[in-house]
């Protein structure tokens, strides 16, 4: 009875079967998302349809700053060679936006050109016309950084006066175009003059939500003494939290990223380490790619549900016959509440909706007798995406990391701190000595060998007890003090000879000083007569 029914009800809660990720999305996308958006003129408000090249293109890193802030200079530190139309000066010489891409030669691809390219993720920036288009190239170049990612240059942002000058396109919907597509947001700032000009507020304010694609780099940090960098990061992390808005706190990299020495080398080691951590941050984006566009194609559909309520609200609103103007001016007003009965009505978190004033300006141009009523079939179908066919799409991103786990940019900036006496921490913490003929631990063996002496050593050794009775002197935690005993104990007998004591001393003494201790002793800290039980 009700067969009907039954294999519906089924058909509808059994997942999607996908072999790839980048396939699943295109897939959901085109079947269950972009009906909704078609029906409800969603390209007309928010962002245009995507496009296969959207799924399968590689990461992309987005920078941001007003002129002079280091953005080309950047690029070009992190490639290690110039690329075509790169100009740098301390005038807005950027006067373009530059995508840099992998290419087997070196050449550059003007943007009208380039939006026609099936294989490219623009083809929809055709709509922000001719006077974008001609600020809009595509340089490529064989670089092994950019097997991995590509990097986008923007136009300085003016500040003062500059800033009355029109760009002729509407220059924070482009970039809000590109952030929506991006992995990464860097926004650069000037150590040396740090003012936020009231374009740069526009544009970190259209950035709105895509915080959790934003980094901060402030630039130039060699020029200014530390004390002038501690007042300077500070007035940063304020402007910052009044234009963003958020409680979290955007993460800030200080440093000077170029490849001339630094003027002022007080700060050196916190500047390797920021490198290291911003390094890190963008190594990482090959690996989390599938699950960024994931995440996009969630936030899109989420928005798009609510692009619906909204529309056929209006729509329902709307008189047959007469009045049709007034009553449109009425509801444009009266959008928030709107908003606030829909919240209502569906369960809808406020951070969901779209910007109120920005939807108002876009209404006011449309006419809302061809706007749609609701269709519940099509939000069924996005609900049913988000329930099930996402939830496997998850377990594919997974079985794809695990699958590919060293994926990870590579070449330029980022190789020459991996190894050698220039990576990021050698022959620092437990690796001092790593070099040296001579056993580390022994320069100081003398002293712990007297605290040795004291403990009550039996047969060369002392127990776990008297041993503890020490290391805790340090106040280090308990997990901490375990992790080094674990170290020190070469031989697991549960007690510790007077090398490995001065080990544990000197593990104790790397940890205090402010260094990570090693997750498995290095092969310089073993002490000499304990090498064979290693081997």
């Not at 050794?461 to 935690?477: C, D, F, H, Q, Y």
């Amino acid at each position: 009875m009700f067969s009907w029914l039954g294999s519906d009800d089924r058909r509808r809660k059994d997942p999607e079967v996908f072999q790839t990720v980048s396939e699943g999305l295109k897939k959901l996308y085109k079947t269950k998302l972009l009906p909704l958006e078609e029906h409800y003129r969603f390209h007309e408000f928010h962002s245009p349809a995507l496009e296969d090249a959207d799924f399968d293109n590689k990461p992309m890193v987005l920078l941001v700053g007003q002129y002079s802030t280091g953005k080309t200079t950047f690029i070009r530190y992190l490639l290690e060679q110039d690329f075509p139309g790169m100009r740098i000066g301390p005038e807005p010489t950027t006067d373009s936006f530059i995508a840099v891409m992998q290419g087997e030669v070196e050449g550059i691809i003007p943007g009208n050109a380039l939006v026609v390219d099936p294989k490219k993720p623009f083809r929809k920036l055709n709509a922000f016309g001719n006077a974008f288009l001609n600020r809009f190239v595509c340089a490529q170049l064989p670089n092994p950084v950019l097997e991995s990612i590509s990097v986008i240059d923007t136009p300085g942002i003016l500040s003062g006066e500059k800033q009355r000058i029109s760009r002729g396109y509407d220059f924070a919907a482009v970039l809000e175009w590109f952030a929506e597509r991006v992995d990464r947001i860097i926004l650069l700032f000037d150590a040396h003059k740090l003012d936020i000009s009231d374009e740069f507020s526009e544009v970190i304010k259209a950035l709105k939500n895509h915080e959790d694609k934003m980094r901060v780099v402030l630039n130039k940090a060699d020029q200014i003494e530390t004390q002038q960098l501690m007042r300077v990061y500070g007035a940063l992390m304020w402007s910052l939290g009044k234009i963003v808005n958020t409680p979290e706190v955007i993460r800030v990299y200080i440093g000077s990223f170029w490849s001339h020495p630094l003027l002022i080398p007080d700060n050196r080691k916190l500047f390797e380490a920021e490198e290291q951590d911003l390094f890190k941050d963008i190594q990482s984006l090959p690996r989390n790619a599938a699950l960024r566009k994931l995440n996009d194609l969630i936030k899109r559909a989420r928005l798009a549900k609510v692009h619906a309520y909204i529309i056929s609200s209006l729509k329902k609103e709307m008189p047959s016959v007469f009045g049709k103007d007034n009553k449109k001016k009425e509801l444009v007003n009266n959008l928030a509440e709107i908003y606030g009965r829909i919240e209502r009505e569906h369960q809808i978190s406020p951070g969901d909706f779209p910007n109120l004033k920005r939807m108002q300006d876009q209404l006011q141009a449309q006419d809302f007798g061809k706007f749609q009523p609701l269709k519940s079939k099509l939000l069924e179908v996005v609900d049913d995406m988000l329930a099930h066919d996402i939830a496997q799409l998850m377990v594919l991103v997974r079985q794809e990391e695990t699958q590919r786990p060293m994926q990870m940019v590579k070449g330029g900036a980022f190789e020459g701190t991996l190894q050698g006496p220039f990576g990021h921490g050698y022959g620092e913490g437990a690796g001092e000595g790593i070099d040296d003929a001579e056993w580390v631990v022994a320069r100081d063996k003398p002293m712990y060998d007297e605290i040795f002496y004291t403990l009550s050593p039996v047969d060369g050794k002392i127990t776990g007890a008297n041993a503890k009775k020490e290391m805790v002197r340090s106040k280090l935690p308990n997990s901490v003090l375990g992790k080094i005993w674990k170290l020190a104990d070469i031989d697991k007998d549960g007690m510790l000879d007077d090398e490995e004591f001065a080990l544990a001393n000197h593990l104790i003494k790397v940890k205090l000083e402010g260094h990570e201790l090693p997750s498995e002793l290095p092969a310089h800290l073993l002490p000499p007569s304990k090498r064979k039980i290693a081997e």
